[in-house]
């Protein structure tokens, strides 16, 4: 009897911070992987990983980007297992958040596009190849500031965290029949170029409105999206998995 092939993971915003840790994760886990990024830098990230993996360069704003990097994991592998969709901005005014009416149109649709949109349009592409093996594992990155209030998320950037939430219950529901979990991940504040984006006075008010009284390392999320992405999970979907060292207790 042929072993079963490897299963596939596809990483957006992969080249960097949680990303990259839940890339490396799979990697070490032994998924292909195949990790996507606009950064031209993300060919040498993958190359430099343990494991059998694959990069792509991709704009995830871009809706015909997407199409085209789903068709290469088809066209190479046949298939994609594992989806996470992880791309996310989040726009800083001075080290700080933007007020509502400070956001220019423009920003706004483009932190929509990148933090929500898109992970509408992988799914789109993604779920027909799961439904073939009738077996798939959907991961949004959300944050705290898509679950609570949040002092330093932004309107447009708390708004897409809290509709990834949203439409991952949906994905859930509609992929159940086929074997398709969707679950969401809501990270605190972790250590990422985007935390790094806030000024020293913001990152340790933060900090000491942690329970556990530090940042979060982006490893620690890519443990859980690593048993999120395996067999151990498959009686979990629709859930939201909040790792924030205690700042948001539902």
């Given at each position: ?28 886990d ?33 809706e ?40 220019p ?40 500031g ?33 074997g398709?979990t ?25 900090a ?25 999970s498959?009686f979990i ?14």
């Amino acid at each position: 009897m042929s072993p079963a092939p490897a299963r596939v993971a596809l990483v957006t915003g992969a080249a960097s911070g949680i990303g990259l840790a839940i890339a490396t994760q799979f990697a070490k886990d032994g998924l292909i992987t195949v990790l996507l990024d606009r950064s031209p830098n993300i060919t040498d990230i993958a190359a430099s990983l343990q494991g059998h993996t694959h990069a792509i360069v991709c704009d995830v704003s871009d809706e015909a980007a997407i199409h085209t990097a789903v068709a290469d994991v088809e066209a190479r592998y046949g298939r994609c297992d594992v989806l996470v969709n992880n791309a996310g901005v989040h726009p800083k005014r001075e080290g700080g958040k933007f007020l509502i009416e400070q956001i220019p149109m423009a920003q706004w649709q483009e932190v929509i596009a990148i933090n929500l949109t898109a992970s509408f349009v992988f799914c789109q592409r993604v779920m027909p190849l799961m439904r073939r093996h009738r077996w798939g594992r959907i991961i949004n990155i959300s944050s705290r500031g898509g679950r609570t209030a949040s002092p330093v998320a932004s309107a447009h950037y708390a708004a897409t965290k809290a509709g990834q939430i949203g439409f991952t219950r949906i994905a859930a529901l509609e992929g159940a029949p086929d074997g398709i979990t969707a679950n969401c991940v809501a990270p605190g504040p972790i250590e990422s170029a985007m935390t790094a984006g806030s000024s020293p006075e913001v990152r340790a008010a933060f900090a000491r409105s942690v329970p556990l009284g530090r940042y979060g390392d982006p490893g620690e999320i890519a443990s859980v999206v690593s048993f999120l992405a395996g067999d151990g999970s498959s009686f979990i979907t629709g859930a939201v998995f909040d790792v924030n060292g205690g700042t948001f207790m539902p």
